[in-house]
């Protein structure tokens, strides 16, 4: 190896290192996650980074196939690396659904992958933490999905959040009924409303300003058209929820319409008694202007936010979508899920100061004398089975860089083992915080104290 | 979505979905292996799945090289799915070595893939758990890692398991010592002493004459060298460990060969020390056949094997990699680690029945009638806020198919909710096993009749 020439060690723009700091907090949350959903009865799965290109393309829409990462593999088949876990899930469920039980729920913690342009808090590698209930099409699997998330988020994020509802179906109501002239030809009507819901998922960014903008320049669209639009999707009540009786009105007359919203307001006012009940803050809106990129939502959608960040964005997001199973299996399964986007929320949580990593190391032997290695390595594995966490010095005879160097990694106590130890069976026990040291206690005594100290 | 065709499910050739026992049996393997790294004060860290092609290739030879994924990102920039994280590693240290403090104990866990041939137990995408100590060269790491090893692969494998220890550069002197003719040509030695080590590393598969066969092909190599090699290289103790007195005779007056070979001797004594002071059955045998293709070791390397499933190959393996970072780095930074491969040990339990996953649902609410919705996702909340696992009927209405949801997911109670517990605000209880039910019981001693029984 020596003849190489050196290789700068670099990382692909997009992509990060995670550090014991930030591995130790993306763990514990994972942990808690997982503590919690399975208190809800969801069911772990997991399925592969790679898969056919065929089943991945073509369901979150142009904007998410432009950044998947494909490729042909050593056998020439077209690859891709999964860009969400939601299409994969319903592949999953499409092949096993012979030996599953109806509803499922689902977790599923794992990274995806998609090359859009970096910013920051934004990387092409990121970590999705997923919620499902697939086989049912019940209002109460919206419920539980959304008030599972909230308590997974609320175990893990110590801060105030709102989880705004939205809902595909009502929204398409209310560009028909408001627009009827923009769906005149039959032909463009997919097209035209995926274009609308694409404009109005824009209100947060550009504002209704820009989204009139945008909504005027989609052919067929009425400038008149637009106004009513935007005036029912952005009515709201004192409390600054959506107003549903604008809707009604907006609607009049449309029996479907009428029954959809009656319902959607059955399912906020379920989801906001199961966010009291859960005993954690979280506040629930409906906001009908929420409208999801992803091409294959169909019914609810939802997003939640961080109240202290204004402006950072969505940290678990999600909705129904009854079609998607249906595009690998002749069984029409509906689904609802949602997922945290797990580096969103670690960065959002260590803005606020609120990413504390559990990290305690304990005791650190060092070995002063060569003769000393393997008294000092049966009293690192007894205080390991004694459940205290310990490292060894692995450098002997340098007694100085071994105490520095558990100083620099913060072990509160360290203890020396030499040749007058082995000869007389003891240690000597330091505390590095005060300097105090015992010398000659016996290893039971050792455990004692630093136990009783923690 | 309605006009699309029919994709077939399908998954890649190598890839496997994991279903909720095997994934409860994973999560349970990787928690332990967690917690005994960092009882040790091993780290936890993460780098990308993909980087810089460069980066990963040329490392492992010229066998692993054609295995990995590889592939133009968006940018035009050649880059490659990680097949192992050791060389990852290696440019992480490179990187961030200013922030880092070392000796640097790390613990990483993650999947590689490979587009190797497929064969029953091996697959394309595999999950690896390494433990690596970076920036020391001395024996105590060497114990460190091997010890360390054993008792995480102890803690999740109940089994008798042997650790076989080689030494690439004992076997190095060996392979000089009983061979100097096949050395003669300055300009062959590297590439000739790799071949050689390639064939001592078949010894397992093909045994001593199918290896004899490929040693005497390699240019320079004379059949009596053949001999004198393996003859040493299979000399055995009535104990079964390699017999280093017969590398002593070989390698007479060659000073540094001895003084390894006494190293070597210290090594097995303390790693056969700390396996016995870990308490559990682990044996350590040494093993100069012991070569590992991979072609970054240069010290010590180590395999370790089921006892009760012989032939079935290594679930842990290792070595020393000293040159490894000073392909990114002028600095140098010696390096020892090893690997468990999770999915080869899960396998490995699974064939001796030792695969438990620790899946308990708990209790499943049944809702009657409609109205009893919000009722009953009330009650689901204060028994999961208790520590109940606890799943909730999601399909009102019929409540004959929610009890054979509950029996086939195995719910050992279930819990009625519907107009008369909502009036009477009590709840029925039925215990599953013995079809004892109680009807109009509060929720306190609901919780306590559980929690009593479990």
């Known amino acids: 190896m020596k003849s190489q020439r050196l290789i700068e060690p670099k990382r692909l723009k997009g992509f990060r290192d995670y550090s014991p700091q930030l591995m130790a907090l993306r763990q514990t949350i994972m942990s808690s996650m997982r503590r919690h959903a399975s208190l809800a009865g969801f069911q772990e799965i997991g399925t592969p980074v790679l898969e056919y290109a065929e089943v991945l393309l073509g369901q979150g829409g142009d904007e998410t196939d432009k950044e998947v990462y494909r490729f042909k593999d050593h056998g020439d088949r077209a690859v891709a690396m999964r860009f969400d876990l939601t299409v994969p899930f319903a592949r999953y469920v499409a092949e096993h659904q012979g030996e599953m039980v109806f509803p499922f729920k689902r977790l599923q913690i794992g990274d995806v992958w998609r090359g859009e342009n970096t910013q920051k808090g934004r990387y092409r590698e990121f970590c999705q933490c997923d919620l499902d209930i697939i086989g049912v099409e019940s209002m109460a699997a919206d419920v539980e999905i ?38 005149a030809e039959a032909t463009r009507n997919e097209a035209t409303e995926a274009a609308i819901l694409i404009a109005i998922d824009k209100l947060a960014k550009v ?11 989609i052919p067929g669209v009425q400038s008149g058209d637009v106004d009513a639009l935007l005036s029912v999707v952005l009515a709201r009540t004192p409390a600054g929820d959506s107003d549903l009786d604008v809707v ?18 059955q399912m906020i006012a379920m989801v906001r008694s199961c966010a009291r009940d859960s005993g954690h803050s979280s506040k629930v809106r409906l906001d009908l202007s929420i409208a999801r990129g992803l091409g294959y939502y169909t019914g609810v959608v939802f997003e ?26 002749t ?28 990290k305690t190391p304990t ?3 060092a070995v002063a004398t060569e003769d000393a290695g393997a008294y000092g390595f049966a009293l690192a594995r007894q205080l390991r089975r004694e459940g205290l966490a310990c490292d060894i010095g692995l450098t002997t005879g340098k007694l100085g860089n071994q105490f520095k160097h558990a100083d620099r990694c913060g072990y509160p106590w360290v203890i020396t083992v030499g040749s007058d130890e082995v000869k007389t069976k003891t240690f000597s026990l330091k505390q590095m915080a005060t300097g105090e040291e015992k ?16």
Do not use: N, W
């Open 304 to 329: 939640t936010t961080l109240d202290q960040l204004p402006g950072f964005g969505s940290v678990a997001s999600g909705g129904r979508y009854d079609g998607l199973v249906s595009r690998f299996s």
């Open 331 to 358: 069984r029409s399964l509906g689904g609802v899920g949602g997922s945290i986007g797990l580096d969103r929320l670690v960065a959002g949580l260590e803005e606020l100061g609120l990413a504390h990593a559990p």
């Open 439 to 454: 010398r000659h206690i016996d290893a039971a005594d050792l455990v004692a104290e630093i136990k009783s100290r923690l």
């Open 146 to 183: 959304m008030s599972s998330l909230l308590d997974v988020l609320a175990g893990v994020a110590p801060t105030p959040l709102t989880l705004a509802i939205g809902h595909r179906g009502v929204l398409s109501s209310v560009i028909h009924c408001t627009m009827p002239s923009a769906f």
């Open 248 to 265: 009604r009105k907006a609607a009049a007359g449309d029996v479907a319409t009428a029954a959809a919203v009656d319902r959607l307001e």
């Open 207 to 217: 504002g209704r300003d820009g989204v009139a903008k945008i909504l005027s320049a």
């Open 363 to 365: 005791v650190f032997v």
